[in-house]
C-alpha cells in the first residue's frame, strides 16, 4: 500500500471512530467489546422490615480486582419506599451514529413511588451521583400514568418509560417521554385511547416500524403480594400488544390466553432486520414466539412449556415454573430464562426459531428442594427435586496462624433476573424478584439478603455451570439485608442496547 493511500485510509478510520456515538455498531461488533469490570444493581428495603432507602450499588467484577465481588459504592436515594427495581440509559447503541451522544446518565424508574432517578454515571463510573429526580407528580398530572417499569433510549435522543399503573393503582399501559437532555417529561408516547389495560415491558425494531409490549398486573393486585383470585378477577394481563413505532398507534393486541397468563419480558432478536422475538409468560410458565407473517400483520406461536408439579406442602396443589425473566445472546442463538419458584436457568439454543432446544440447566434454589417442606408428588419431567444450592467461599483469616473453613453460603431464594457478559461466556443471577413476592414466596432471603451469582457458559455446545469462586453477598450490608434485583453494566449489555 503507497503512504499516501495509508495516511488517507488511516484518516478515514480516525474520522469514522471519532463520529461514533454510545455503545456498538453492531451486536456482534458488542461481542468483542471490552470485559465487564462494574456492574450497577439497584437494592431494595421495602418489605425488609429495615427503614432505610433504597440504594444503586456498584459491584466490581473483575477478577484481577483486589475488590473483586464486593460492593465498592452506594448511591443512597433520598426517599423511603421507592422500590427500585429495573434501568435503563439515556443514550445506547441505538445513538451508535450520533458523535454529540453520550451513555453518561443511568435511568432508574422506582416501581412504587412513581419516581424517577437520574443518575451520573459519566462524572465518576465507580461512584454514581444523583443527577435529577422526576417526581411522581410529573408522571401523573402530565401523563395520568404511575408505576414506571422499563426505560429505553431512542435514535431521537428521548427517552421512554412503560408505565403499569394509573395514579389510583389501577392498571394502565402507556408509555412516558421524557427529553435526553433535561430530562422533563414531555407527555404520552401513545395516542389518547391507546393506552392497554396493563403494562410492563417493551421493545422496539425501526426497521420493521413495529414495538411489542407485555402486561405484568395491576399495582393494587400486586402491591404487597401474590394473590390467586386476583388472577380470576382479571386483574393480571394475558396479551401482547403490537404498535406502529412511527405514528404511535397500536395495531394489535394478541390475546395469549391462559398459557400466555402474566407475559412479562419480551426480547426481539438483536439482530435490527429480524421480524421476531420471544416473551417469557410468567403464570403461564411459557415462552411465546411472535413474528411478522406474509401478509405484514404480527402473530405469536408457544415454543417452549415448563409444565407444573403436583405437589404438597405449598400453598396450591399445583406449583407453576414461574418464568420471570428472558434474554437472548447477542448472536442470537441462545435464550435463557428463570424459573422463579422451581428454581432453575435454562439455556435453550434457538437456531430454529420455531423449535427451541434445552442444552443447558442449572438449579440455584427455589421452592422445591429436597430438603424443604415442598413434596412434588407428580413431576411429567420426572426429576428428582434437587438438592440445595451452596457456594463455596474463599479461607478466611480469623487470627495469626488460624485459617478457617466456611461450608459455604447456602443460597435463599431462586435465580431471577439475569445479566449476559457481552461475549456471552458468563451469565450473572440475582435472587430477588420483587419484595412483595420475595417476602411471600422467600422469607428466608428477605431475612438474609439476596445474591448474585454467575453461570460460566458453554458457548459451543451449551451447557452452564455455576462459578464456585464467585458471590456477592447482599446479606452483609452495612444497613442490613438487602434485596439487590437486575444488573446493568456501564457500557450497555444486551437487555438495555436496541440497534436501528
Given at each position: 500500500m503507497a503512504a499516501g493511500t495509508w495516511l488517507v485510509s488511516r484518516t478515514s478510520f480516525l474520522a469514522s471512530c471519532l463520529s461514533c456515538g454510545p455503545g456498538y455498531k453492531t451486536p456482534l461488533d458488542a461481542m468483542k467489546g471490552r470485559r465487564e469490570e462494574i456492574v450497577y444493581?439497584?437494592?431494595?428495603?421495602?418489605?425488609?422490615?429495615?427503614?432505610?432507602?433504597?440504594?444503586?450499588?456498584?459491584?466490581?467484577?473483575?477478577?484481577?480486582?483486589?475488590?473483586?465481588?464486593?460492593?465498592?459504592?452506594?448511591?443512597?436515594?433520598?426517599?423511603l419506599c421507592d422500590e427500585l427495581h429495573h434501568s435503563g440509559w439515556n443514550a445506547c447503541s441505538s445513538c451508535f451514529g450520533d458523535a454529540s451522544k453520550s451513555r453518561n446518565r443511568l435511568i432508574l424508574p422506582s416501581l412504587i413511588s412513581s419516581r424517577v432517578y437520574v443518575v451520573d454515571v459519566g462524572a465518576d463510573a465507580r461512584a454514581p451521583r444523583i443527577h435529577k429526580i422526576v417526581e411522581p407528580t410529573e408522571l401523573m398530572w402530565k401523563c395520568g400514568l404511575a408505576n414506571p417499569h422499563t426505560s429505553h433510549c431512542l435514535g431521537s435522543g428521548q427517552i421512554m418509560i412503560s408505565c403499569i399503573g394509573d395514579p389510583c393503582g389501577n392498571g394502565k399501559g402507556g408509555f412516558v417521554l421524557l427529553d435526553g437532555e433535561s430530562f422533563e417529561v414531555l407527555g404520552n408516547w401513545?395516542?389518547?385511547?391507546?393506552?392497554?389495560?396493563?403494562?410492563?415491558?417493551?421493545?422496539?425494531?425501526?426497521?420493521?416500524?413495529?414495538?411489542?409490549?407485555?402486561?405484568?398486573?395491576?399495582?393494587?393486585?400486586?402491591?404487597?403480594?401474590f394473590n390467586v383470585e386476583h388472577v380470576q378477577e382479571g386483574l393480571y394481563g394475558t396479551s401482547i400488544h403490537v404498535w406502529d413505532w412511527t405514528s404511535h398507534k397500536k395495531l394489535q393486541s394478541l390475546d395469549l390466553g391462559a398459557e400466555g397468563a402474566v407475559p412479562l419480558e419480551v426480547r426481539f432478536l438483536h439482530e435490527p432486520s429480524a421480524a421476531e422475538g420471544y416473551v417469557g409468560c410468567a403464570l403461564g410458565s411459557t415462552v411465546f414466539r411472535f413474528f411478522k407473517t406474509q401478509k405484514g400483520d404480527w402473530a405469536t406461536e408457544r415454543v417452549i412449556k415448563v409444565p407444573s408439579k403436583k405437589v404438597e406442602g405449598w400453598v396450591l396443589p399445583e406449583m407453576p415454573s414461574l418464568i420471570t425473566d428472558i434474554l437472548i445472546s447477542l448472536d442470537d442463538r441462545y435464550l435463557y430464562f428463570s424459573n422463579w419458584l422451581h428454581g432453575d436457568i435454562r439455556q435453550y439454543d434457538i437456531t430454529d426459531r420455531s423449535a427451541p432446544r434445552l442444552v443447558g440447566q442449572a438449579f440455584l434454589g427455589g421452592s422445591i428442594l429436597s430438603d424443604g417442606p415442598v413434596r412434588v408428588v407428580e413431576d411429567p419431567e420426572d426429576r428428582p427435586q434437587p438438592p440445595p444450592c451452596f457456594i463455596k467461599v474463599n479461607p478466611t483469616r480469623q487470627e495469626p496462624g488460624c485459617i478457617h473453613m466456611s461450608r459455604g453460603k447456602r443460597i435463599q431464594g431462586s435465580p431471577q433476573m439475569l445479566q449476559m457478559s457481552l461475549d456471552g461466556k458468563r451469565l450473572y443471577v440475582t435472587t430477588s424478584l420483587y419484595s412483595g413476592w420475595d417476602k411471600q414466596f422467600y422469607p428466608d432471603m428477605v431475612k438474609e439478603g439476596s445474591v448474585m451469582m454467575q453461570l460460566d457458559v458453554d458457548t459451543v455446545n451449551g451447557g452452564l455451570a455455576l462459578n464456585q469462586n464467585f458471590l456477592v453477598d447482599f446479606g452483609k450490608e452495612p444497613h442490613g439485608p438487602v434485596l439487590a434485583h437486575e444488573l446493568r453494566y456501564p457500557g450497555g449489555d444486551c437487555t438495555s442496547d436496541i440497534w436501528l
Open positions: 444493581l439497584p437494592c431494595v428495603y421495602r418489605n425488609t422490615g429495615i427503614t432505610k432507602p433504597d440504594y444503586l450499588a456498584t459491584v466490581d467484577i473483575d477478577p484481577k480486582s483486589p475488590t473483586y465481588c464486593q460492593v465498592i459504592h452506594r448511591l443512597e436515594m433520598p426517599n401513545e395516542h389518547p385511547g391507546d393506552e392497554t389495560a396493563f403494562g410492563y415491558d417493551f421493545w422496539y425494531q425501526p426497521r420493521h416500524n413495529v414495538m411489542i409490549s407485555t402486561e405484568w398486573g395491576a399495582p393494587k393486585a400486586l402491591a404487597n403480594g
